[in-house]
T-cell receptor, first 116, second 114 residues
């Protein structure tokens, strides 16, 4: 069974600070990896995704994530956070299946609070 | 980009009644749709996976007779919560996947059972 761990449950940063949110997964096969963001009162939005190729992926709003296969990790980073980045961040993984979409397994989420 | 809608966005119902939630893919054909449940300040938990024209596959612990899922067309899936109880109050979110296998999420439906 696949699982996703997000070790940081609640992170508080000042504006302009750098951000790194940890994500580790467990899955016995090839995976697709995702980071989603959920702003207060809004629905899930895709920040970035990794399917294959360059393990360093860039997403929207200045976010990036690096897939390190040997560590089963897909940490999210941003060099300088803004107050508007305050949100809940979810890491997710699904197995690569042929011919069909496979279910996503989500981590427990990290609540990011950016202070002015 | 791909857009997924859900209707209604909010619903309040009395205990014992049934509620139907619709999930539509507006600009693509969704061969697979997923239904998730999200409790306050918690992550999304997958309830079931539905492929168009087939019976849904439920996750362990999800009652298939209580949460009826129908995926009759490539653009519509419905989730019916039957005989709802207060503990069914939650945020229900659907996602849809087409040929790219990437999932696109709906805005969610907040169900409150009184």
């Amino acid at each position: 069974a696949q699982s996703v761990s997000q070790h940081n449950h609640h992170v508080i940063l000042s504006e302009a600070a750098s951000l790194e949110l940890g994500c580790n997964y467990s899955y016995g096969g090839t995976v697709n990896l995702f980071w989603y963001v959920q702003y207060p009162g809004q629905h899930l939005q895709l920040l970035l995704k990794y399917f294959s190729g360059d393990p360093l992926v860039k997403g929207i709003k200045g976010f990036e994530a690096e897939f390190i296969k040997s560590k089963f990790s897909f940490n999210l980073r941003k060099p300088s956070v803004q107050w508007s980045d305050t949100a809940e961040y979810f890491c997710a993984v699904n197995g690569v299946l042929t011919g069909t979409a496979s279910k996503l397994t989500f981590g427990t989420g990290t609540r990011l609070q950016v202070t002015l | 980009g791909a857009v997924v809608s859900q209707h209604p966005s909010r619903v309040i119902c009395k205990s014992g009644t049934s509620v139907k939630i619709e999930c539509r893919s507006l600009d693509f054909q969704a061969t697979t749709m997923f239904w998730y449940r999200q409790f306050p300040k918690q992550s999304l938990m997958l309830m079931a996976t539905s492929n168009e024209g087939s019976k849904a596959t439920y996750e362990q612990g999800v009652e298939k007779d209580k949460f009826l899922i129908n995926h009759a067309s490539l653009t519509l899936s419905t989730l019916t919560v039957t005989s709802a109880h207060p503990e069914d109050s939650s945020f229900y979110i659907c996602s849809a996947a087409g040929l790219s296998y990437e999932q696109y999420f709906g805005p969610g439906t907040r169900l409150t059972v009184t």
